[in-house]
């Protein structure tokens, strides 16, 4: 059984190196390297609005580093074009990016591609992108990309993974790159566009094709075989999961997504060849305990396949009444029970 890991309800996650086995080395060495990480994407903002960190023995911590005191070996940061406040643009990325290098932790760039956020739901173009035809949009695309990457590449940090958009199920830069039935839009092209501006930075860069909910194979595999079809290039396949989200007034039981997930690993595997990572996964923080056992179910169910390179959970250091979002894994700015699982 493979040793469970820590982190900020960081979860863990494998790298894919520039092996042709698929498997990232760690320090040189032959053996893969499991991550265990977090988006902590939100940190910046919460230490300007004054919130602080705690471990254990309620020592203040800067967040990045409580993760590393933790267990935790890597990060997730998102990117936006131009959003109005700041946060998550370039700047405040290469902040975040560095504090993570100099702590010896493993960089995701996530990159949404738009100036707030895009999901499924949504997949807004920035406002310096609109009226843009595809091929000015990829363009711009492309060089959004590689200006980010070289700025954290000048500023020493080594970029491990870069997600070419964010929770692209339903395409990305809509309309053009909306995907829907048997039309894949313009989003083959942009992601290639993204792709190459990667490789172009950071060569052994990781690319991951990300989709949510990672527990709805007909989904999928719908997806991803439309995908085969336009020969889309990427590395790695990036999941969502968040097998308990608020319905009908109450969080149901994290247990038929979750063990629907862990199923549709070897097939997800089997039919595409990609290695697979949890670079999203999130419970309700008021149910740590239930958070707990589903990251162990998970962790323990997957141990065997070398494939399934591990989980990220996603902005674990936020809560309700710092900055609103109910599926953290901190309370009173300490790490929950939520967390155990990754020091077992």
Known sequence: MRKLLPCLAFAALTLLGACSCGKAEQGGG?????????????????????????????????????????????VRLRVWV????????????????????????????????SDSWADPGKQPVPAAWQGMDPAAMAAALGAHTREVLQALKDAGVDVTWVQVGNETTNGMLWESGRVAGTNAGEFVRYF????????????????????????DLPTLNWFLTLMKGNALQYDILGLSLYPSYWED?????????????????????RNYGKPILLVEFGMPVSEPEKARDALEYILNRTAGYDYFQGVFFWEPEAEPGRIGYPYGAFADGRPTVAMDPFNQ
Not at 192 to 215: S, T
């Open 30 to 74: 032959s053996a893969p390297f499991f991550a265990k990480g977090a988006d902590i994407s939100w940190v910046t903002l919460m230490e300007k609005m004054g919130h602080k960190f705690y471990n254990a023995a309620g020592q203040e911590r800067e967040c990045t580093a409580l993760l590393k005191e933790i267990g935790g070996n890597a």
């Open 82 to 113: 131009d959003p109005a406040d700041g946060w998550c643009g370039l700047q405040d990325v290469l902040e975040k990016a560095r504090r993570a290098q100099a702590l010896g932790l493993k960089v995701m760039i996530d990159f949404h591609y």
């Open 192 to 215: 290639h566009a993204g792709r190459e501006a990667v490789k172009a930075v950071f060569p052994q860069a990781q690319v991951i094709l990300h989709l949510d909910n990672g527990w």
């Open 249 to 269: 007034g109450v969080y149901p039981d994290w247990r038929p997504k979750t063990e629907r997930f862990v199923a549709n690993l070897p097939a997800l595997h």
